[in-house]
């Protein structure tokens, strides 16, 4: 798991000019997330964002007060501020520290119902938000090969903390049989002897 840091540093320098959008936070996040749904519009049942969505209403697209919802916009703007400060983490060097925090936050979505394929989507959303945020003024193959290296290390360190949160499970499961097989034994080991105990008095 690695990026090189021409990579980066050039993700950061068109990232600059995503910061002199006004309320960039808000709008590159809301557009992010309607590129998620676009690609993948069952992918709102992982979200929710306090609104009820029914599966009929997937299948023809999110309704667009999902968008206007204060859960939604903050919710947006945090996996923005997430981006920007790997960014940042990355600028100083510090991919350990960074690929840390993203095993933790990969775990966490877990939780939430989240699959590896699920990446590639959030992946090609990105591409095409900074695409349409940046226009061709600051967009080229180029940028798109640098955030796509980018945007690798943020997923694999994520899909490595979710690798290890369902291995933790399944020791915990496994250990959780072997414990109960373990009682049934006693309890049939006891059963045995007991019916020694009473065939010995029933003779």
Not at 33 to 45: C, D, G, M, Q
Not at 83 to 105: P, Q
Not at 158 to 170: D, I
Request: no cysteine; aromatic share 8%; charged share 25%.
């Amino acid at each position: 798991m690695d990026v090189r840091y021409h990579s980066i540093e050039k993700a950061a320098e068109s990232w600059r000019f995503v910061q002199k959008i006004p309320n960039y936070r808000t709008v590159v996040g809301e557009l992010l997330f309607r590129h998620i749904f676009e690609l993948a519009p069952s992918a709102i049942s992982l979200y929710g964002f306090g609104i009820d969505i029914d599966d009929a209403e997937v299948e023809i697209g999110v309704r667009e007060d999902v968008y206007k919802s204060p859960v939604f916009l903050r919710h947006a703007r945090g996996v923005v501020s997430m981006l920007e400060t790997a960014i940042n983490m990355m600028l100083e060097g510090d991919l350990t520290g960074l690929a840390d925090t993203l095993r933790g936050l990969g775990a966490r979505h877990v939780g939430y119902g989240v699959l590896p394929a699920h990446y590639t989507v959030v992946e090609a959303a990105l591409l095409k938000t900074l695409q349409t945020a940046l226009k061709k003024k600051h967009w080229s193959n180029r940028s798109e090969k640098h955030w796509s290296a980018v945007f690798k290390f943020i997923a694999m360190a994520m899909m490595m903390g979710a690798h290890q949160k369902l291995e933790m499970k399944q020791e915990q499961r496994r250990e959780s049989a072997g414990g109960t097989m373990l009682v049934i034994s006693v309890l049939s080991s006891s059963l045995r002897k007991l019916e020694d105990i009473y065939d010995q008095y029933a003779q």
